[in-house]
Structure formats: structure tokens, C-alpha cells
């Protein structure tokens, strides 16, 4: 009967169907990150063609204002020639005729235009969005001669802000006369500019604001210019830059985008924080059931051990109760078998076995009441249940005890007794009645151990700590009880250790007791 290899054959059924069941989990899970890792590498790429298309129309714009800037100019060029022939001295006998460049210079309604004479003269000045009225309201206590003071230095500003924008033009009027004309862009150019840079900021704000977005960076390949990301600052700067394209080029490989202007751009790109997350869910949700499980298994398994303790006390209780009464009666036998002068060799043994069935009576007393331990002579307990056996066994079998016989620990005799008992009944029945038993008793610095040797089949590696267990047993009768009873005993009411401590199939098996001095 094996109670303990069914329990085990369990358990193993149990683990596999767990371990089936975590795999499928974690098969099922990896599938969806897979699929979402996958979504989200198109909605990447999608974002990239947007940004295409972006920056697509925002280089037709700039092509655009190119040639509205240069058209511009080429008027400013036949403006600045009108004004020029206007300002040219005619002979007295004749008449101009300025028709055909006032006509040139009343076309320029749009072009705002500042006259400089050096760098500090203003001239005069048209299709300006203000005038001294501006300043008026702003300035209302100022006279007339102050609020032309300061709107002339307002343009003479402005003409500085222009000069960088568009190159101005430079005319001699006359010999020495030196007037320059700056220009500014139209109001229909500042409105398409004012309009590409809102395209534009919108697009940074929707890339940076867009919590929802993967991770990306687009960069121009050969200067490694940011052209757009939704990555911290920190991520981006000159010191950082480089690791982290590393490293998102380590978790996606970069799309390549070509925006037809002659230059190469990549586009990296992680996994959203919530993917990644999402991928060690599974791992996560696994540990935290596994830790429900071991804390479940062990709160169960102190309960069992719990009732197990009270079966074992309350069986070792009836045992020794129900032994007692016949205990008695066979007291009483063996006294009137003396007074009748029966064989004195026949009682002599039957106080020996009443003796006997005493001891074992106490021994259950002990286990369901306490053990006490008391100081003794180690070897001297041994060396009794050994007596008692060796008239008890087959001649065949040789029982030696060797090693030191003054060991002092405390222990309790009756239940030590029981243990040597035990696995000296065990080793007879591995020999098959025959073979020899040697029982060695040593001393360590803080432990007294005690070796039995059998030479009878041994064990198999993986039965050492087995046959331990409650249920587990090699015979073919028995109840794989008193290998756990003596681990009991040993441990619990003497806190040593019991083991085995080698064992050769065929050639035998060598138990150690430990306990404490």
C-alpha cells in the first residue's frame, strides 16, 4: 500500500495541467500583444505618410513663396526705376511726360515700401498698416512734432527688421544723392506665411500633445536633425540623442521616408508604455496567482499538519488507554501462574513481553501527552532495545554496536528506544533475516549521531527522503507509518535530524539520528 506515490502521481497530474494551463495563458496573451505591437507599427507608419504629406505641402509652400518673393522683387525692381525716372532732372525747354511710371508706381498697392536717405532719414513710406494716429492713441498728451519724431524712428526700425528679410534697393538720385528703398513681403505673402506656420505648429503641437501616440522621432539621415518627435526634451538633446535612437532602433527598425528632395530621412519609433506593460501582464498575473497558490498551499498544509498532530495524540491516547486494561490482566495471569509453581522460564518470558507491551503502552502515553527529555546516557538506551531484539531475531542476523559509549544528551529513552526500534525492524526486513546490522554511536562538537548500517537492498536515490513521508513504503504489507513516526519523534519532540545517510542497491543503507547535545 502506497498511499504517499498515489499523492505524488497527483501532484504531478495537478503541475502539468497548471503548467498546460499558464502556457496556454501566456500563448494567448503574446498573441494579443502580438497583434497589438502589430497595430501599432501600422498606425506608426501611417503617421509617417502624414507627416509626408505634410511636409510635402509645406515645401510647395515654400517653393511657392520663392516665386511670389521673386515676383515681387521684379516688381519692386520696375517700381524703384519708375521712381528713379521721376526724380531725373528734364531740360527747361521740355515737358515731361510721367504718365507711364506714375502709372507703374500707383500699381503698387500691396508692397510696403520704406525711403531712406542715408541710414537714418526717412523719406516718406507707403502701404504702412499705421500711422502717427496709431501713436496718438497710445501717446494722446504728445505734440504733433513728437509723434512725427517718433514715427520716424518707428520705420527706421522697421527698416532694419525688412533689410534682413529682402535685400533693398540703392538709387542715385543725383550726383552724391544717395536714396534707398526696403521692402517688406505683401499682405497676401504674410498671410500664406502666417498660414504655414500655423500648419506647421499645429503639427508640433499635435505631435508633442498626443499622449496616445507610440513613441517616434523623425531625423534627416545625413545631419541627424530632429524634423519632429513626441520624446521628453532630455531624450533629444545633443549628450542624449544618439542613445536613444540606439535604442529605439533596437526595440522597431526604422522606416524610411523620401520626400523627393534629394535627402533621406528615418523614422524611430517604440513600443506605447501601455504595450509594454501589457507584455509582462501575463508574467505578473502568473507570479501573483502562484503566490495565492503557495500561500493557500501552506495555510492548508498547517491545517492538515494541525489535524494530523491531533490524530496522531489522540491515537497514541486510545492505544495506550486500550492496551492498559489487558496490560493488567496479564500482570495478573502471570502472578497466579507463579503461586500455582508454574515453569519459572515460562513466566520469566511472559514478564518480559509484559514488560514489554508497558513500555510500548508508555511510549503512546508520551506521544499524545509530551515527551519530557531528560540527560542519559545515549549509548545505554540503545544498547537495551538492542538486548531486547537480538533474542527476538533471526540467528542469521549479526548486530554489532560500536563507536564511543559515553554520550551524554538529553533525551527521552522510551520514545529513542522506539526510533532505534524502528528502523532496526526495518533494516532486519531489507536483509530478509539475514545479513549483519552495525549500529555506531559518535560525538560532534554539538550533536550526538548514531549510524545504523544494514547490508540489505537499499534504496534508490530519489526514495531518501520519501520513505519518510506518511503512506510511503517498500513492503508489500504495511502502512509507511514508522519511518514517519520515528521522523516525528526525532524532530519534533527532540528537534534532531533523521536522514539517510547513503545507500548502494544491493549492498545497503546507512540511517543517521541527530540529535543535540
Request: charged share 25%; net charge neutral.
Amino acid at each position: 500500500m502506497n498511499l504517499y506515490s498515489n499523492k505524488q502521481k497527483w501532484k504531478i497530474a495537478l503541475l502539468l495541467v497548471a503548467i498546460v494551463l499558464v502556457g496556454l495563458s501566456l500563448f494567448v496573451s503574446n498573441n494579443i500583444v502580438s497583434k497589438v505591437s502589430d497595430r501599432e507599427k501600422q498606425k506608426a507608419t501611417q503617421w509617417a505618410d502624414a507627416i509626408k504629406k505634410k511636409l510635402e505641402l509645406v515645401q510647395l509652400t515654400t517653393s511657392i513663396f520663392k516665386q511670389l518673393r521673386e515676383k515681387e522683387r521684379q516688381e519692386m525692381n520696375v517700381w524703384v526705376s519708375a521712381t528713379k525716372e521721376l526724380s531725373k532732372p528734364s531740360p527747361l525747354d521740355q515737358i515731361p511726360d510721367f504718365s507711364f511710371p506714375l502709372s507703374i508706381i500707383e500699381q503698387n498697392k500691396d508692397i510696403p515700401v520704406i525711403l531712406l536717405e542715408g541710414e537714418k532719414n526717412v523719406s516718406g513710406s507707403v502701404n504702412l498698416d499705421f500711422d502717427t494716429s496709431y501713436f496718438r492713441k497710445i501717446n494722446p498728451n504728445y505734440t504733433k512734432k513728437e509723434l512725427n519724431h517718433l514715427f520716424e524712428d518707428s520705420l527706421i526700425a522697421l527698416a532694419k527688421v525688412w533689410r534682413l528679410k529682402n535685400e533693398p534697393f540703392t538709387v542715385e538720385v543725383y550726383e552724391g544723392l544717395f536714396m534707398t528703398y526696403v521692402y517688406d513681403d505683401s499682405k497676401e505673402i504674410a498671410q500664406l506665411e502666417r498660414e504655414k506656420d500655423s500648419i506647421l505648429n499645429d503639427f508640433n503641437q499635435e505631435l508633442i500633445n498626443n499622449t496616445d501616440m507610440v513613441p517616434v522621432v523623425l531625423v534627416e539621415d545625413a545631419s541627424q536633425k530632429i524634423i519632429g518627435s513626441n520624446l521628453p526634451a532630455v531624450q533629444l538633446d545633443s549628450v542624449h540623442l544618439k542613445t536613444t535612437l540606439n535604442q529605439l532602433k533596437k526595440e522597431n527598425k526604422p522606416i524610411q521616408i523620401n520626400f523627393n528632395d534629394g535627402k533621406s530621412y528615418s523614422l524611430y519609433f517604440d513600443d506605447s508604455p501601455e504595450l509594454k506593460r501589457l507584455v509582462y501582464f501575463p508574467y505578473i498575473q502568473f507570479i501573483i496567482i502562484g503566490l495565492f497558490i503557495i500561500i493557500g498551499y501552506i495555510i492548508f498544509s498547517t491545517f492538515r499538519k494541525a489535524e494530523q498532530n491531533q490524530v496522531w495524540a489522540g491515537m497514541a491516547k486510545e492505544t495506550a488507554h486500550q492496551l492498559g486494561t489487558p496490560i493488567s490482566s496479564l500482570m495478573a495471569w502471570v502472578e497466579l501462574l507463579k503461586a500455582k509453581d508454574y515453569d519459572t522460564m515460562v513466566t520469566q518470558e511472559m514478564e518480559k513481553d509484559i514488560y514489554r507491551l508497558t513500555k510500548v503502552t508508555e511510549r503512546f502515553s508520551k506521544i499524545g501527552s509530551g515527551a519530557k527529555l531528560e540527560p542519559g546516557n545515549l549509548y545505554l538506551t540503545v544498547k537495551g532495545v538492542i538486548d531486547y531484539l537480538k533474542s527476538r531475531i533471526s540467528d542469521k542476523i549479526e548486530i554489532h554496536i560500536t563507536g564511543e559509549t559515553e554520550i551524554e544528551c538529553a533525551h527521552n529513552a522510551p520514545l529513542m528506544e522506539w526510533v532505534i526500534e524502528n528502523i532496526t525492524k526495518n533494516a532486519i526486513d531489507a536483509m530478509e533475516n539475514t545479513g549483519t546490522l552495525t549500529i555506531t554511536l559518535s560525538q560532534a562538537p554539538e550533536w550526538a549521531h548514531i549510524d545504523i548500517k544494514d547490508t540489505g537492498k537499499g534504496l534508490l536515490p530519489n526514495q531518501f527522503k520519501s520513505i519518510f513521508k506518511p503512506g510511503f513504503t517498500t513492503k508489500k504489507r504495511g502502512w509507511g507509518l514508522g519511518l514517519s513516526l520515528v521522523r516525528r519523534i526525532v524532530k519534533d519532540y527532540h528537534k534532531g535530524k533523521v536522514f539517510v545517510k547513503e545507500s548502494v542497491i544491493n549492498e545497503g543503507t546507512t540511517f543517521r539520528i541527530s540529535i543535540p547535545l
